[in-house]
């Protein structure tokens, strides 16, 4: 077994009296990531917080390796574990380097003065973080994301066993959050770190953590690895989501198709007609499409968007009944649209399509306006 | 790295050189002026220039020594303050802590001499403890339920008004001759200090700051943020005490022996800060203190020489050179809010 970083006993957390989340057993093993997710307002950052001390828990325990948490001095603490919360820090005449030095703060003595060992330390982390351009400027001028660095390298020269980090990268454009990620990712390899976060952005969740924690009412629902929690539709059971649908592949969102009697047929296939279906979405017209293979990477795109669909099975040829369906479809339109590039054995069917919309007089050519 | 390290060791002896020099100014100068050279002569042959000696030792030496020991005393408190309000413009004077002091002392005053004893220094440091502490609650309980900063400085003002307002009351209802010290005192003045007072106000306000220092290194991570700070394994319920302790105990001590002194608290950590450019608490507590010293022995000599024989009140002076500060920190952060 790996070595535990943190773990928790039956923890319920919860501000005063008001309880919020119980029954967390979570075990977040050194050198991988654990990522909660979660509705808002589910209580993700008060798991967080109690996770830390910075609330007590209100039953259960939690240890860190195999201390329990409320046995540990402040000290012992602030060694084995740094937090970064959502709390926007303000500085005066901090310059970022300053800032990351804070880090060393259980190491230093009573004055709180580096010694060689620590400044080394702190250069190391500014390096990891790739922010030694900006280590002499004031850390309340450079951007967010640069600052979100920063504060992660204060958090790397503590060197702790568990990082905390609650919605590290909300505020952060995509280039940032890649970063961030990377770095965290990075962060438990070699330092051999738990990293414990709390994310909105599923995409990101997906494709870095190891273990998820899917919080939603007063309880933990689910405490899995993505491909486990990632399926069978329980994503948008977790958000509760209606108006709209996420795709499991790709953690990305789509929205709610338009319902109605189509007037547009898309020949589709191949991922060109993506763009296609987004952009009726957008024009709020009904569309059908077809004929799409269940494999096909339009697939989630097309089935979350089309008011009709015609499938086939993955890898079969398009049978003479799924064309026919199409036909069907295609002829109760006002207009066809072709979006597929290009046609082979397995899609020859969507070519006779693409033929009896020509011939038919309502093949609509190149770009399409709302018309 | 080095030019940072240059600038403080810079600043440092600057404050320093400046301090000795108004020391020795503040001795010097007055309604009998006594050059370097007689006042040398003086402190070596007491017997050949009994005038001088006594004037030196009697009047000027106490009062330079109160000057630089309480205007330190101001503008550590002010820095404390700061921190712990995570608000710049926060002090002794704007919070209304001296003015809660103030009139505790003043009741203590009125009270003793309608009774025909006068209360010693120890008693006066304990009232005025007593009454910024009362300020300091309140100050608290609306910090608790108001997070804007620029609410909480209004309200200490107005906490500040109230209490002036009752000492007035107080001084204007006692009768008694010695009511015009009363009334210097609370308007604020370091005339009148003995050397005993001096003695028992080191005797508080230096190990008070000393303990402040000590309170570095917490309070250097609780600039980052409680939460940074309780990361750090500081155990804030007690620093918060401590710094609420120590502030207004050298507030409290400041206006039992000079009355209210306004801005240095505000002003004076402001110009070491940004003279210095950086909030660290190991270098700015210390020569905040001897920037403190310095600002109020130059506006101490200002009062007694601009108008000589009239003396002006100490606040008179102060507020000319620290309220301008306040209003510049004040534009600077809205400008400030506003890129951020």
């Not at chain 1, 195999?66 to 303000?90: I, M, P, Q, W």
Request: with cysteine; glycine share 8%.
């Amino acid at each position: 077994m790996a070595e535990s970083g943190l773990s928790t006993r039956e923890l319920s957390v919860g501000y005063g009296k008001k309880l919020i989340v119980s029954g967390i057993e979570i075990s977040a093993e050194r050198g991988k990531i654990l990522t909660l997710i979660g509705p808002n307002g589910a209580g993700k950052s008060t798991v967080l917080k109690t996770l830390c001390r910075q609330l007590a828990p209100l039953g259960g325990t939690v240890y860190i390796g195999e201390n329990k948490l409320e046995e540990l001095s402040g000290n012992e603490l602030a060694r084995s574990a740094a937090v970064l919360l959502t709390g926007r820090v303000r500085t005066e005449y901090m310059r970022c380097r300053d800032v990351v030095e804070m880090g060393r703060y259980p190491y230093t003595g009573r004055l709180g003065v580096l010694s060689a060992h620590d400044r080394e330390k702190v250069e190391e982390a500014i390096k990891k973080v790739d922010i030694e351009g900006i280590a002499d400027c004031d850390f309340d001028r450079v951007s967010d994301g640069q600052r979100q660095r920063v504060l992660i390298a204060g958090a790397i020269c503590r060197e702790p066993q568990v990082l905390i980090l609650d919605e590290p990268v909300t505020f952060l454009d995509i280039k940032y959050k890649l970063e961030l990620m990377d770095i965290l990712k990075r962060l438990a390899s070699e330092n051999n770190t738990a990293i414990i976060m709390s994310l909105h952005e599923l995409d990101l969740a997906q494709r870095v953590s190891d273990k998820l924690l899917c919080i939603k009412g007063d309880r933990p629902e689910r405490f899995g690895s993505p491909e486990e929690i990632f399926t069978g539709g329980y994503i948008e059971e977790l958000y509760g989501i209606e108006k709209g649908s996420l795709c499991e592949y790709y953690g990305t969102p789509e929205l709610l198709g338009c319902d109605g009697e189509p007037r547009v047929f898309v020949i589709g296939g191949g991922g060109s007609g993506i763009a296609v279906y987004r952009k009726l979405r957008r024009l709020g017209i009904p569309f059908a499409a077809g004929i799409i293979h269940e494999n096909d990477i339009e697939y989630p795109v097309a089935s979350a968007l089309a008011a009709k669909l015609v499938t086939e099975r993955a890898f079969e040829l398009i049978s003479e009944e799924s064309y026919r369906k199409a036909f069907e479809i295609m002829s109760k339109c006002e207009s066809v649209i072709c979006a597929a590039e290009s046609f082979g054995t397995m899609n020859e069917p969507c070519r006779e399509l693409l033929n009896e919309a020509e011939r038919a007089g309502r093949l609509i050519e190149g770009a399409f306006d709302e018309k | 790295m080095d030019s940072r390290r240059q600038r403080i060791a810079i600043g440092y002896i600057i404050l320093i050189a400046l301090l000795i020099a108004l020391v020795i100014l503040n001795i010097c100068v007055g309604s009998a002026d006594i050059p370097p050279q007689r006042l040398w002569n003086a402190l070596r042959f007491p017997e050949n220039d009994k005038v001088a000696y006594n004037i030196v030792t009697g009047l000027r030496i106490p009062r330079t020594a109160a000057a630089a020991i309480l205007g330190g005393a101001l503008a550590v408190a002010g820095f404390l303050l700061q921190n712990f309000f995570a608000n710049p413009i926060a002090g002794p004077y704007i919070l209304g802590i001296s003015s809660g002091a103030k009139l505790t002392v003043a009741l203590l005053m009125v009270i003793s001499l309608s009774h025909g004893f006068a209360a010693n220094s120890a008693e006066m440091v304990l009232a005025a403890f007593a009454g910024s502490l009362i300020s300091m609650g309140l100050i608290l309980l609306i910090s608790s339920k108001v997070r804007r900063m620029s609410v909480l400085i209004v309200c200490g003002v107005m906490i500040g008004y109230i209490c002036s307002s009752i000492t007035d009351l107080v001084v204007n209802f006692s009768d008694d001759s010695n009511i015009v010290n009363l009334h210097n005192w609370s308007m604020g003045s370091f005339s009148g200090i003995g050397s005993t007072e001096v003695i028992t106000a080191a005797c508080i306000i230096i190990p008070v700051c000393l303990c402040a220092f000590m309170l570095s290194k917490p309070m250097s991570a609780y600039q980052l943020g409680e939460e940074y700070a309780r990361n750090s394994g500081v155990h804030i319920k007690a620093f918060r005490i401590a710094l609420i302790l120590l502030s207004s105990l050298l507030a409290a001590c400041v206006t039992a022996f000079a009355g209210p002194v306004s801005f240095v608290g505000v002003a004076v950590p402001h110009l070491i800060k940004s003279a210095f450019r950086t909030a660290k608490p190991v270098i700015v507590i210390p020569a905040s203190f001897l920037g403190g010293a310095v600002f109020c022995l130059m506006c101490d000599l200002v009062t007694r020489t601009l108008f000589a024989p009239t003396e002006l009140s100490i606040s008179t002076v102060t507020s000319v050179f620290g309220a301008p500060v306040v209003i510049y920190m004040l534009l600077n952060r809205e400008r400030w809010k506003e890129n951020g």
